[in-house]
């Protein structure tokens, strides 16, 4: 029985060394354009879910549904999280900061989050997910307008008309929003060496 505690203890030392020398070698990317690993997003995702079941708030969400409150919602969205989150347009019109990111935020009118729980979209957004682009909002938000954006979340694909109506002129890209704003200069092309 020693012995197998032994061999035992000796594979685990041996994995950790192992996978310390992995990563010190710099063959683990850490690129946010690199595609992830299986246990990376393993990992990430599983910390995550257990994380939520655990601290998000269960009850309901305290912000009223009302025509007023969706709309202050989208307002808020639109100030805070459409750079990153989209526009009315989803997938088919990322900013150029969310093609950036690693991990890619979701464009929610494509990858919504109706289903999700207004409480775990509250958690997201107020304490921010670790080692992804989401950061927390608890420090610039009051809770209100994060229950607030939260139950736009919730609610956005069945919106009444004002609130759809001014869903529709979000923009996700703070230059589409500025009136007689010069556009961007375009990129030299890079040569190839």
């Known amino acids: 029985m020693k012995r197998i505690l032994i061999g035992v203890a000796l594979t685990f030392a041996i994995a950790l060394v192992g996978a310390y020398l992995l990563i010190q070698s710099g063959l683990v990317p850490a690129n946010a354009d690199a595609q992830p690993g299986r246990l990376e997003t393993w990992m990430a995702s599983t910390s995550l879910n257990a ?22 919602g989208v307002k808020l969205f639109a100030q805070n999280c459409a750079v990153c989150h989209g526009s009315a347009q989803g997938a088919a019109s990322p900013s150029p900061l969310a093609k950036g990111l690693y991990q890619k935020p979701p464009q929610f009118a494509t990858d919504g989050v109706e289903d999700d729980p207004e409480g775990v979209s509250f958690w997201k957004i107020k304490h921010g997910i670790r080692l992804t682009g989401m950061p927390s909002f608890g ?55």
Do not use: C
């Open 51 to 72: 994380t939520l079941l655990r601290n998000a708030p269960k009850g309901p969400n305290p912000v009223a549904l009302t025509d007023q409150n969706l709309l202050d």
């Open 139 to 193: 420090y610039s938000l009051r809770d209100q307008q994060i229950w607030t954006i939260a139950l736009f979340l919730k609610h956005m694909d069945k919106l009444p008309p004002d609130a759809e109506q001014t869903w529709q002129q979000v923009r996700n890209w703070p230059l589409d929003t500025l009136p007689n704003a010069a556009p961007m200069p375009e990129q030299p092309a890079q040569s190839k060496q």
